[in-house]
């Protein structure tokens, strides 16, 4: 079975604060994703990596950073947490196929409350 | 401009009636398709996917059919049970490309009543 499992299921930080969030994968997959999931948003794609220190934005990258050292772990950043940031964080990964048609799989989320 | 479209935001059925989730699609260069369950709190699961080659795939109780030339797909759950009440995620991948991403609609909750 994949597995994806996140830092911290629940956060509560300061406006201005520096958060960050971890995710890490156990199936050796290339691919990690991290979304934020508001009510009637669904899931918006902040950032992607597809290989180790390889990064591209997703669809609302603002506000947002990531690290990818090793292939396994995938940080997001809040250089400067904002309520508008308060939401919930999910990580995903998939492996890299020839023929693409890849199954994400996600983390438990992380539910950040930026006060 | 949203390319995966799930019209309805929510879905409530009678236990062990059937559950029909539609969704709609307007890239013709999507080739695979995948249903996402979420219950609150908790990470998105896969469901079942489908690829464009087919225009049915049946995993127990749960079927997903595509109808590629209307540009829609829906997700039938018979019978429908209680634990199925969640949110439901379509989600779809292009061919080729360096698009690593899939695009996903905003979710249909649905409700199944005892």
């Known amino acids: 079975d994949v597995k994806v499992t996140q830092s911290s299921r629940y956060l509560v930080k300061r406006t201005g604060e520096k958060v960050f969030l971890e995710c890490v994968q156990d199936m050796d997959h290339e691919n990690m994703f991290w979304y934020r999931q508001d009510p009637g948003l669904g899931l918006r794609l902040i950032y992607f990596?597809?290989?180790?220190?390889?990064?591209e934005k997703g669809d609302i990258p603002e506000g947002y950073s990531v690290s990818r050292e090793k292939k396994e772990r995938f940080s997001l950043i809040l250089e400067s947490a904002s309520t508008n940031q308060t939401s919930m964080y999910l990580c995903?990964?998939?492996?890299?196929?020839?023929?693409?048609?890849?199954?994400?799989?996600f983390g438990p989320g992380t539910r950040l409350l930026v006060l | 401009d949203q390319q995966v479209k799930q019209n309805s935001p929510s879905l409530s059925v009678q236990e062990g009636r059937i559950s029909i989730l539609n969704c709609d699609y307007t890239n013709s260069m999507f080739d695979y398709f995948l249903w996402y369950k979420k219950y609150p709190a908790e990470g998105p699961t896969f469901l079942i996917s489908i690829s464009s080659i087919k225009d049915k795939n049946e995993d127990g109780r749960f079927t997903v059919f595509l109808n590629k030339s209307a540009k829609h797909l829906s997700l039938h759950i018979v019978p429908s049970q209680p634990g199925d009440s969640a949110v439901y995620f379509c989600a779809a991948d292009s061919i080729g490309g360096s698009n690593y991403k899939l695009t996903f609609g905003k979710g249909t909750l649905l409700t199944v009543n005892p």
């Open positions: 995903a990964s998939s492996p890299l196929l020839a023929g693409g048609q890849e199954t994400q799989y």
């Open positions: 990596s597809y290989d180790v220190k390889m990064k």
